[in-house]
Structure formats: structure tokens, C-alpha cells
């Protein structure tokens, strides 16, 4: 039997390589089909494809088709600023937070964010159904002595309204909380303009679903636990930042009517919006990580914080309890010497 003529590249001595292709096929054929992580890994194979693996409208293309909401004009602008453009913005962005206690001595020396814009995008089953930019001003004092919180939209707004329903078969209410629970999921990506800087708040995940007992709204709460201010002891010694989605049954399905960011300490109070400001500083300085976010999942962190705070509440009542019981010990003694002084010897 005839064996098949050798191709061409083979019959010429021609590289088999990946190398060997023409730049223009490798950019159409294998690029563009990549995502972000395998792109960011292509270029570390060699000098070559880091070249091509680091043009700029590829890893345009890549954020724009992660989170929509980064189409817009303002946003580009923004990202335009940023050392490697795009690819800076999907490096900072992309991978969850892995924030480390505060380093008080470098945040300190950092200015104060003076404009964030927040870039969000709500997906149910994998499909964007909501993509907004909210920008906030941070420099006044309004916001800086205030809690921290940022309304994506609330109720009343047209946005919600005009939002596709979101529909499911079941009837049955614990179903349908889990269902939410495994199938809606957020990216919040709060960008400081000044800084060129961007982190994304979501745990991308719920960390719990459940239906309000008094309006009948399910809320879905996103959230990401992070290091505070390192001091044992301190309601602040972790913070989380949380995102609350609020869905209304409304006939065809469920809207989305409210979505809100807030910062909170471990007794649950909301941060002020300087407090905040110092923590966001501090998760953009800090490293990204996807691996850790794989092994530990934000809901297994948010349930070891809320069983932090439940021991700190613990801690502090049986303290009240103990200081309670001192002053009414304290009231009788006095009582009682007062009366030893005034009765008759």
C-alpha cells in the first residue's frame, strides 16, 4: 500500500510547531476562541504568542464579553488609563480578592479614592439580564461621614421594570430559593478612576437566599469577607462587603426591583464611607487569587464571619451580663453602707 505524500511543511523541512503558523491564523483561529485565564497562560509559553496574546482588542473583546456592562463609553475612558489597558483592567478584575490585613502604614500614605465607578452585571443561568455603571462621588463630606452604600437602582426606578422576568416551573418555595441560589450570580467591579485600580466585590455565588417575612421579597445576598483592621477584639477585625438582591413575584416571574452595596463590621453596623474607602484602597493594593476562591468557596467564608459574629455577639452579651451584674452589686453595697450610716448605733 502507498503511503500518503508528507505535507508540504514536512516535505520542506518546515517547522511543525506551534511557532511555525502565520501570526494572522494563530490570532483568528486559537486567540480569539480563548478565554481570559487560558490567554493569560498562552502568553507565558513564549516570547512569541506573548506578543500576539497581549494585543489590546483581544482582551477588549474578552471584558467586553465577560461583563457587559464595561461597553460603555465612560468605562472605556477609564480603561484607556490603565498601564496595559484592557488586560490590566481583566487582571485586576477577573480574579476574586485575596485581601490581606491592613497594612496601616502604606494605606495611610495613599490618598483617598475621589471618584468610584461601579460597573455590575447580574447573570441568571450564565446570561446577562442586568448591566449598569453607577458612578459615586467620594470626596465629599456627606459621604465620607455617612455609611457606606452604593444603589445599583432601587423599586421605583425604570430599569427594574424594563428587565426580563425571571421564570422557573416550580412552585414549591424551597425549590425555587435554591434554584436562585444556583443559578443567579454578580459581578460587581468598583473602579477607582484616580488610581487606575479596579477590584471586583462579588462573590460571584449567593451566599444565602431566602424570603423576606414581612414583604414577601426574596433576597439574594452576595458577599465578600475581608481582613479589617487586624485588631483582636475589634468589631472590625474582619468586614464584609455585601451585595443584596431583592426580587419581587410579579405575574409572568420574578423582577429584580432593588440592588444595594454596604460595607458592615462584625456587631453588623454599616462603615462610614471614609472606613470603606480605606478598605477598598487596601483589596486593590492586595493580591488575587483564583485558586483559594476554587478551594474555599465565598458562602464557606461568609459562614465562618457570621459564625464569628454570632461568638463576638456571645462574648459581648455574657460581658454585658457580668458588668449588669457588678452595678446591681455595686447599688446594694452602697444601699446597704448608707443604711449602716443613718440607723441608730
Not at 477609564?78 to 490581606?100: E, K, Y
Not at 423599586?155 to 435554591?178: E, F, H, Q, R, V
Amino acid at each position: 500500500m502507498t503511503s500518503p505524500p508528507p505535507s508540504s511543511s514536512v516535505a520542506s523541512g518546515g517547522d511543525e510547531t506551534i511557532a511555525g503558523l502565520h501570526s494572522d491564523i494563530i490570532r483568528a483561529l486559537i486567540l480569539t476562541r480563548l478565554d481570559g485565564p487560558n490567554l493569560a497562560s498562552t502568553a507565558c509559553v513564549s516570547s512569541h504568542l506573548r506578543s500576539l496574546s497581549t494585543e489590546e482588542n483581544l482582551w477588549r473583546d474578552i471584558c467586553h464579553s465577560t461583563w457587559p456592562s464595561v461597553n460603555q463609553p465612560r468605562i472605556q475612558k477609564v480603561i484607556s488609563t490603565f498601564p496595559s489597558g484592557h488586560r490590566s483592567f481583566f487582571s485586576d478584575a477577573f480574579p476574586f480578592p485575596d485581601p490581606q490585613p491592613l497594612k496601616l502604614s502604606v494605606i495611610s500614605s495613599l490618598p483617598l479614592a475621589k471618584e468610584l465607578i461601579s460597573a455590575v452585571d447580574i447573570y441568571y443561568q450564565g446570561k446577562p439580564i442586568c448591566s449598569r455603571v453607577v458612578e459615586t462621588e467620594a470626596s465629599s463630606d456627606w459621604f465620607l461621614s455617612s455609611p457606606f452604600r452604593v444603589d445599583l437602582f432601587g423599586p421605583n426606578d425604570p430599569a427594574s421594570s424594563s428587565m426580563s422576568p425571571i421564570k422557573y416551573g416550580s412552585c414549591n418555595d424551597g425549590t425555587w430559593l435554591k434554584h436562585l441560589e444556583e443559578n443567579l450570580s454578580l459581578s460587581w467591579i468598583v473602579i477607582d478612576v484616580g488610581r487606575k485600580k479596579a477590584v471586583n466585590m462579588s462573590s460571584e455565588r449567593a451566599v444565602w437566599v431566602q424570603r423576606h417575612w414581612l414583604t414577601g421579597n426574596v433576597q439574594v445576598r452576595f458577599g465578600t469577607v475581608m481582613e479589617g483592621d487586624g485588631r483582636w477584639g475589634s468589631s472590625k477585625d474582619l468586614v464584609e462587603c455585601g451585595v443584596v438582591v431583592t426580587c419581587g413575584d410579579e405575574g409572568e416571574g420574578m423582577h429584580v426591583r432593588e440592588v444595594n452595596m454596604r460595607m458592615e463590621d462584625m456587631d453588623g453596623k454599616g462603615m462610614s464611607g471614609e472606613e470603606s474607602l480605606v478598605i477598598l484602597q487596601s483589596v486593590m493594593e492586595s493580591g488575587r487569587s483564583w485558586k483559594k476562591r476554587k478551594e474555599k468557596g465565598g458562602k464557606m467564608k461568609y459562614k465562618e464571619f457570621e459564625e464569628s459574629k454570632r461568638q463576638r455577639k456571645q462574648m459581648n452579651d455574657r460581658n454585658d451580663g457580668i458588668l449588669d451584674l457588678i452595678c446591681i452589686l455595686s447599688i446594694f453595697a452602697v444601699f446597704g453602707a448608707t443604711w449602716l450610716l443613718i440607723l441608730p448605733i
